[in-house]
């Protein structure tokens, strides 16, 4: 064999071949292309939170900026009492401390999880962008659920008892994320009592990705760990509502029931990442004890997502593109299908062309719905409402109401981007 051959790609692992880079990276490349080129670009593609880190959180990084030890493979022991307090405190529910498992962020805690547990994936359609390809890189079976718009792309019991009755003893790890990314939804209390029956009755280990738990926009978040606590493993970190996505800390909370696969996990967490950032975790303790600081901050972010969600669903309705108001978080997810026969004449035929020539022609970054999971004729995209100056607006919510004019003061460029879509799409 030539030297060659050695380096070539027909070496690379079958489970990683033909993955691309994820979708929200080629949006941004190209987006700096526009911009390099002297364009106005609205990024409304990233998933990052606008608001800076609670000062009080910032602090206790500042504290122990000297901390350079290793710490437990699971994690600081204070950090995992104070999460174990906080989900107490929250859901009335017990998760022992030796049974919550801290990482550099949680989807590297979810990739472990999907290694560990030897299940099939259930995700519905639509999904956050990582579930899928960490189930390929792995080697496990993908089962996508399709939902439906009418039920705010929201997987129902029925749906989910079609699935797991096929085969009812197969091993199963359902993902479920709410507030959603892509869509803003949520499951409301009933509805997670429901689905906690059908998961029950197939014993299907079920994550709550509740990441945006804290972002619920009324701070009326429930969690599916009260209807099915043996079941649950709640996945959560300080990426999203604490502003903090860089400073890479998740957490995992196993119920006892599931401490063989919180050991596990743990095993395969000694031989890769070892443990996380001892400062990031020492200061991550302060997040989630009970603070009035944490509190306030919150209910500001809550007010202007709240707002701003809704003034931007406002502005989507009103020109004929399909849409309700988010429950939670900071995404958007448009359905233009009553644009179909005007896309179709402009030879857009998949939501990811339709994504590229909002860009090129309106300078409006987003992310098709085919990356998650949605099938790519159904004109949908993810919109990320955050570019604005999250430090600037959360200040202001401290003395100023939060209504349509602090939205139009503080968040303009959110607003102007709603318009540039409402103005291409008309213009088709
Ligand atoms: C739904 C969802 N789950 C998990 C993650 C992973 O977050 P992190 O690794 O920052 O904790 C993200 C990040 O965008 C997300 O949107």
Redesign the pocket.
Known sequence: MATDDFYHEVHLNLNVRGLKHSATLRINEYSNQLISEGKKVYKLGL?QSPFPVPDIVVQGLINNAREKDYLPVKGLPALREAISSFYYRHWGKKYLVENIVIGP????L?FLLQLCYYGELIIPTPS?V?YAPQAKIIGRNIHWIATKKENFWRLTPAELDKICRHDPKKPRLLIL?YP??PTGYTYKNEELIELAAVARKYKVVLVS?E??GMLDHKGDHHSICTHYPEGTII?G?L??WCGA?GW???ALAFPKSLSWLADALSVAASETFTSTSAPIQYAAVTAFEPHPEMDFYLERARKILLHLGQYCNRILNEAGINNAAPHGGFYLFPDFSNFRNKFLQHDIFDSETMCDKLLESAGVATLPGSEFGCPPSVYTLRISYVNFDGRKAIDAAVTETVDDLFIEKYCPDTLVAMKEIVKWVSAL
């Open positions: 998933g962020g949680s989807k590297e979810l956050w990582s994320n959603s990314n990705d990441i945006y996945s970190g990426s999203k996505g890479r800390l998740g």
